[in-house]
């Protein structure tokens, strides 16, 4: 017992040896969560504003104008231009001068009252799905538009009030989702990467002659990475807090737990990939392989609940989905970790059988 | 120490699906010498070893090395055994100190001797002034040095070589196999395999695999007086015709070419093998000579290994 351990200490220091040796590594578990932290924070962008617009208000009356002046405040819609007709609309929308044209009909008070055909036409460049579903939001605007209750003292009455997220601003909403996705690619890449490339460079040939067991192995490689995840997470919460005032609301404690149970099941993930890929490059694409459903499907790039239902049912297989759900949840939500159970016990789960699973191949003899 | 051998092998045999890789082996190796296996790639030799060591299971047949059973105890085995691999398999982006450092971590070598120890390896494998350069920006023989260090620190009573030399200067092989004689002299037993002949010439005891089989087993001295074979030398102008011309000597099995020497194989039941050559090669009117000459490793190995029907013919 005292010699495994001292056999396992040997194996975490000749890691972390070679880890800060090994300067691209080594920058990539900094850099990597930065840049993208950067990059997801500032240049991705789903809460599209600023849509240019054009109106034509052929009503031109008390409502109409408050209407107009409603849209303007909204900040959705950046009305530019104002036009005297439906087709001159048409044209702009069509020569991609304007995202949405807004077509006031000459009777809107009447049809206000008595809400049989809708007040106002939007006309809106639906080749573009995010602006298409931006401008849904602008149905919700309070004119008496299709089932809309037109509230007697009129404009105002309906407003929209997002939860958790009022400015709408992207990287609340990403920098917890991107701590899935910058721990999945990481701890999964290096650590398949760390055994495969050992095999690769002969050194597996000459542990496994040694008194150095499998168990021994697989712990004393993959507990540097453990401390490099927590590490990433770190980094993680502290650039989000300073650039982008990403708040973690509920307790930090819980995070790191959701975070300790995901980082195993990657970790465990990373292994199994290392026994099943003989070279790094190979790794590296198995790495891709679960990396890219990760993105997509995980609830991080698309909501989740809108996501047809096979598309969900993969993406329930994905660790990175439950992980998601727990780090919206203690971050944005001030949930606690025992009322989000269901992703604990799917991430706990997960890491049960990847790991049995890669220990069963990894101890496994040369034949 | 009171076995008699350090390896014993009966009737080992290891199969891969349909493939034989090993057939029945038996082996003695003798403690404090150093065995050669000498066979070409995949004759079985490196499948052998792994076997010895543990890492792979038998077919069928049983082993006993160093008084353990294969495949049983192989936590036992392992600290008791030194293995270096075919290719440099020690981390390149370590220096030789740490290399060693790590090794005498893992083989739970005694804290208090480990520092006088890796210095004392360090000095006798000539890396004293490169301790602290990294293991992989070093040249095949030094860093062949380094693997034998570190395959030998534990002090094994068995050092198991798969191919150690194949990356090395023919001056770095001559002094890898002085350490090793040191070795020997220690009381190491030492299994190597190779596919050179002036390695096999080298060890105190050789085995010959092909094909997974033992074909010759002994000292290099007595399988060389053992060949069953005239050795034939022919000395030729244009040896390639001249290979072509003995090629169709009646009773040669074998003819190989050697610089413009050629070395023929005749069964020592004939009773005139030079004059029989001689007479060929005036027939065809080339001018050359031949000569009895005594065997070499090189004959051993290609009498040994010639393919049957050739033989029988």
């Known amino acids: ?367 | 120490m009171s076995e008699p051998c350090a390896i014993e092998a009966r009737a080992l045999s290891k199969h891969f699906g349909s493939l034989v890789a090993v057939d029945k082996l038996d082996l003695d190796v003798p403690r404090g010498r150093i065995y050669g296996f000498l066979g070409p790639n995949g004759c079985g030799k490196s499948t052998t070893i792994r076997m010895l060591c543990g890492l792979l299971t038998p077919t069928s047949g049983r082993a006993t090395v160093l008084g353990i059973e294969v495949p049983g105890d192989a936590a036992a085995l392992k600290a008791r055994i030194g293995y270096m691999t075919q290719k440099f398999s020690l981390f390149g982006d370590m220096t030789n100190y740490e290399n060693l450092q790590f090794i005498a971590e893992i083989y739970s070598y005694p804290r208090a001797d480990r520092e006088r120890r890796i210095n004392e390896l360090l000095e006798r494998y000539d890396l004293a002034d490169r301790r602290k350069q990294l293991a992989g920006t070093m040249s095949g023989g030094q860093k062949q040095r380094l693997a034998l260090a570190c395959a030998v620190l534990h002090k094994p009573d068995l050092l198991l070589l798969d191919e150690p030399t194949s990356a090395v200067d023919p001056q770095s092989r001559r002094d890898f196999w002085a350490k090793l004689f040191e070795l020997a002299e220690a009381g190491t037993t030492i299994l190597v395999s190779t596919h050179y002949m002036d390695e096999a010439e080298r060890c105190h005891r050789l085995a010959i695999l092909d094909r997974g089989v033992k074909v010759a087993d002994g000292t290099p001295q007595e399988l060389k007086e053992n060949t069953g074979m005239h050795v034939v030398e022919v000395l030729a102008d244009d040896p390639f015709a001249a290979q072509k011309l003995v090629d169709t000597v009646p009773g040669v099995v074998s003819v190989t070419q050697l610089g413009i020497r050629l070395r023929v194989l005749i069964p020592d039941s004939i009773e005139d093998p030079v004059e029989r050559v001689a007479a060929r090669l005036k027939q065809g009117n080339l001018a050359a000579s031949a000569t009895l000459s005594a065997a070499g490793l090189e004959d051993v190995f290609v009498a040994v290994t010639l393919k049957p029907e050739r033989v029988a013919a």
């Open chain 1, 1 to 367: 017992m005292k010699n495994s351990l001292s056999r396992l200490g040997a194996i975490v220091r000749k890691e972390v040896r070679q880890l800060r040796r090994d300067r691209l590594t080594f920058g990539m578990v900094v850099g990597l969560p930065i840049i993208q932290m950067l990059l997801f924070g500032y240049a991705i962008n789903t809460d599209v504003r600023n849509l240019k617009t054009a109106f034509a208000d052929e009503a031109d009356t008390h409502l109409s104008r408050e209407f107009i002046a409603n849209l303007k405040q909204s900040q959705v819609a950046d009305v530019r231009y104002r036009s005297s007709s439906p087709a001159e609309l048409e044209e702009l929308l069509r020569q991609g001068r304007i995202s949405i044209g807004v077509h006031i009909p000459r009777d809107f008070d009447r049809r206000i009252v008595d809400r049989e055909r809708a007040a106002v036409h939007l006309l809106v460049d639906g080749s573009d799905p995010t602006i298409l579903s931006v401008a849904n939001q602008l149905r919700s605007m309070p004119v008496g538009f299709d089932s809309t209750p037109p509230a007697a003292d009129s404009v105002g009455a309906v407003e929209v009030r997002p939860y958790y997220n009022p400015e709408r601003r992207t990287p609340v909403n990403i920098v917890p989702g991107l701590m899935g996705i910058i721990l999945t690619m990481t701890m999964m890449l290096f650590t398949a990467v760390a055994i495969v490339r050992e095999r690769e460079r002969g050194n597996l040939e000459l542990l496994i002659n040694t008194p150095v067991s499998s168990a021994e192995l697989m712990i004393g490689k993959v507990i540097p990475y453990i401390l490099i995840g927590m590490l990433q997470l770190a980094l993680i919460l502290g650039v989000g807090d300073l650039l982008f005032n990403v708040p973690v609301r509920g307790s930090i404690v819980d995070l790191y737990l959701a975070a300790s149970l995901f980082i195993a099941a990657n970790l465990a993930l990373g292994l199994l990939i290392s026994t099943l890929a003989s070279t790094q490059f190979q790794a590296m694409q198995m790495t891709v392989f679960i990396l890219l459903p990760s993105i997509l499907l995980s609830g991080f790039m698309f909501p989740f609940d809108g996501m047809p239902r096979f598309a969900q049912l993969l993406g329930e297989l994905l660790p990175t989905t439950h992980f998601i759900r727990l780090t919206r949840g203690i971050m944005l939500r001030e949930a606690g970790i025992v009322e989000l159970y269901p992703a604990v016990i799917a991430l706990a789960a997960f890491a049960a059988v990847a790991l049995t699973l890669a220990a069963s191949r990894f101890s496994k003899r040369l034949d």
